[in-house]
């Protein structure tokens, strides 16, 4: 989950984090998605998520500390469909300023730059080891700073959001594009603004106005 650094050490700070923060969350089973109950708990809600997940669309979800109750460190969902599958992750950790500066760089995988409010959204095909070698994986992804509540700075902590596919990776048309980014606006106003009240996530408004064709870099 989120390439970027090691992502070992990541988990260790977040859930150290997390002990300090007395944080709570809530589980659930795989359970049978329909149109009447929106994906993730019923905490997203949109069509980007069905496009992801195939002709079809959704037909089960897994929670895994997606919708925390207080702040947690980390948690995902998967949600499945006939023909694909689409997982949604979050990680908050510990950070300087003075490293911020990678999570707002293109890198060499990067295939598409976008706004997701103030931040900068990443579309990336990396590189994912599997049991028969190394193949493509698309991913959405940003980092926001936050700060933990009582903290009068945003500079020292991030929340890093992501939608991804399991390998090996699809061709990223123009409708799967869309999607991607569409998916991480809504994830990014949910877990940024109702769950970790980022100063610098987008409003739900805001979210479900921007456009998915947001400029590329």
Not at 21 to 42: F, L
Not at 66 to 87: D, I, M, R
Not at 108 to 117: D, E, M, W
Request: hydrophobic share 35%; with cysteine; aromatic share 6%.
């Amino acid at each position: 989950m989120l390439e970027r650094s090691s992502r070992s050490t990541r988990y260790l700070v977040a859930f150290a984090v997390t002990l300090m923060a007395a944080a709570g969350c809530s589980n659930s089973d795989k359970q049978t998605n329909d149109e009447s109950k929106p994906v993730c708990g019923g905490k997203l809600a949109g069509d980007a998520f069905q496009t992801l997940a195939g002709d079809g669309g959704i037909t089960e979800e897994q929670l895994r500390k997606f919708s925390p109750k207080e702040w947690t460190a980390a948690g995902s969902c998967t949600l499945y469909g006939k023909e694909h599958a689409v997982e949604i992750d979050y990680l908050w950790h510990s950070d300087s300023i003075d490293n911020l500066d990678r999570y707002r760089s293109p890198g060499p995988s990067t295939v598409k730059t976008f706004k997701v409010g103030s931040s900068t959204g990443y579309l990336e095909r990396t590189k994912v080891r599997v049991a028969k070698g190394n193949v493509n994986q698309n991913r959405a992804w940003l980092a926001l700073p936050c700060a933990m509540p009582g903290e009068a700075t945003s500079d020292h902590a991030v929340l890093e959001i992501e939608v991804k596919e399991p390998p090996p990776a699809r061709s990223l048309d123009d409708s799967l594009t869309k999607a991607f980014v569409s998916a991480l606006t809504i994830a990014t106003s949910y877990l940024g603004d109702d769950v970790f009240k980022c100063s610098a996530s987008p409003s739900p408004a805001a979210s479900r106005s921007a456009s998915p064709n947001a400029s590329g870099g």
